[in-house]
């Protein structure tokens, strides 16, 4: 067979195989969204059966003979054929390296993980959950070492969700930002300028709905090709042209439903912009969560909380709703959307000390990864970290190591990904306007096409082509850096809490 029949061959594979995990998506959607409560048992059977023809489809024997074909002669190859292959390669080690066994008792583990977490957190009891936490550590690390990644098996967890990504660039990168951040968030924390908290009140959620649905439709999201609906946690998931997103309400809390959707809008506006004909291959999936999360965030803190983007919707925000928003003057408004408070827990943070969130939880993986902290050791480290870090001292584990999900399921190396996401969004932006310079005047009439439009074409379109760091460097024309983020913070919020927060 030639070079061009096995790769037709392998990319047709390859798409099936996503095409069955786009269904164990879908159902997972369903689950949180739509599920009758008696029917758990029975959709973790549905979930189950799929999960094993879709990991036999993964590690069919046939991949790996077309693979090995199509590695022997790179030359013959596309530079977009060779990106495929790359990623297919990677996909099908995964899928075949690891024994049955191993897979089994992992999946037992992160289950068991997840209950003893809960059970732990409602009852602040870190000692209960630490051997199950440590065991996690060891399956994470005994997983990269069957992939072949011994002593960087940090490097492997990273890996995973972006590729290319590395422990030591993440920490060089963090290392400049927590600098900068530090004092500038002890800057805005000492501000007299206080947001009124809760000023916002009794937001009709059939108002909200409307509100929210306007704002993203506006900005891009195609609803022919998606939807949203309501979950307990919000979240995107699906692809091309069937994206779900969810949202949840509160009637005290209108902007944090808002914030929200517009964040989950930037995943989703994602997704529908891979090339549909390629969906699966690499040439059809997004670049890793760095790259993901930098949408979200651009569309939610770059655009959601600029001038521009409330000179066209407070009108209508305030139309919506008159009496609830009466009292309150447009200075005030703008303050509560960038409102900044440092807190103990990373899901209520402001999108500054957010990323200290992250760098904290960074510093804490790669020590538990080295060696250099015992997973018994952690809620002391995390509370003298969060000091450092926050200004704060969680006064429980509860709001302190105990606060998030990830660990508990083995999802170690996730964490560095949104505060990554957070410097490519600034990045981004920067560029944008470098060759956009009217971008916010746009925003102020309530046109947002240019700059979905750009990322369409640089980001979108480009699925799985480039790592993250490739992809910034490509095009922003410079690697990727904290020092945009940092400006764009000191000149979002010098303005509203005082001085030019020089750091
Ligand atoms: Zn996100």
């Not at 993901?292 to 305030?318: A, D, I, K, T, Y």
Request: with cysteine; charged share 25%.
């Amino acid at each position: 067979m030639s070079s061009e029949t096995i790769y037709v061959e392998l990319t047709d594979w390859i798409k099936r195989v996503h095409a069955l995990g786009t269904v164990g998506e879908l159902l997972g959607w369903d689950e949180q969204v739509n599920l009758p409560p008696g029917a758990a048992e029975q959709r973790a059977g549905q979930q189950a059966a799929l999960a094993g023809a879709q990991h036999a489809a993964a590690s069919d024997p046939r991949l790996g003979e077309w693979l090995t074909a199509l590695e022997k002669n790179v030359a013959a190859l596309s530079d977009d054929q060779r990106a495929v292959v790359k990623n297919a390669r990677r996909d099908y080690d995964r899928a075949t390296k690891l024994p049955a066994e191993f897979v089994r008792d992992k999946a037992v583990q992160s289950s068991r993980g997840y209950h003893a977490w809960a059970k732990a957190r409602a009852a602040d009891d870190f000692a209960g959950y630490a051997p199950v936490l440590a065991q996690n550590l060891d399956f994470a690390k005994r997983e990269a070492v069957y992939l072949g990644w011994q002593g960087r098996e940090y490097d492997y967890m990273i890996d995973q969700f972006d590729p290319g990504m590395t422990a030591a660039v993440i920490g060089r990168l963090f290392a400049e930002l927590k600098g900068e951040l530090v004092p500038l968030v002890r800057q805005i924390a000492a501000s007299p300028v206080k947001p009124q908290a809760g000023a916002l009140k009794g937001f009709p959620v059939e108002g909200q709905l409307a509100f929210l649905r306007e704002v993203t439709e506006r900005i891009g999201f195609d609803y022919a090709r998606g939807r949203i609906d309501v979950s307990l946690h919000p979240f995107c998931t699906g692809t091309g042209s069937d994206v779900r997103m969810t949202t949840r309400f509160s009637v005290d809390e209108p902007l944090r439903s808002l914030f929200g959707a517009i964040h989950e809008t930037g995943h989703g506006m994602y997704e529908q912009g891979l090339p549909a004909s390629q969906l699966g291959t690499a040439l059809g999936i997004n670049a890793g969560m760095a790259v993901h999360e930098s949408q979200s965030r651009l569309w939610e803190n770059q655009v959601g909380r600029s001038r521009g983007f409330w000179r066209f919707f407070e009108p209508r925000f305030r139309a919506l709703f008159p009496t609830q928003t009466a009292a309150i003057s447009s200075d005030e408004l703008y303050l509560a959307i960038n409102t900044v408070a440092p807190t103990l827990i990373r899901v209520e943070s402001d999108e500054v000390t957010y990323n200290l969130h992250i760098i904290l939880r960074f510093e804490l993986e790669k020590k538990l990864f080295t060696g250099e902290l015992a997973v018994k050791d952690l809620p002391a480290a995390w509370r003298a970290a969060a000091q450092e870090l926050l200004g704060l001292t969680p006064p429980n584990d509860r709001e302190g190591v105990l606060q998030d999900v990830h660990w508990s399921g083995g999802a170690f190396g996730y964490f560095p990904s949104y505060c990554l996401g957070n410097m490519l969004a600034a990045q981004l932006w920067y560029r944008a306007l470098a060759l956009r310079p009217a971008l916010e005047e746009e925003f102020a009439r309530g046109d947002f096409t240019w700059l979905l439009g750009w990322l369409r074409e640089n980001i979108h379109t480009q699925g799985r082509r480039f790592d993250a760091l490739t992809l910034a460097r490509r095009v922003t024309g410079e690697e990727l850096s904290p020092r945009h983020l940092v400006r764009y913070l000191r000149e979002r919020y010098g303005p509203l809490y005082g001085g030019k927060l020089e750091g």
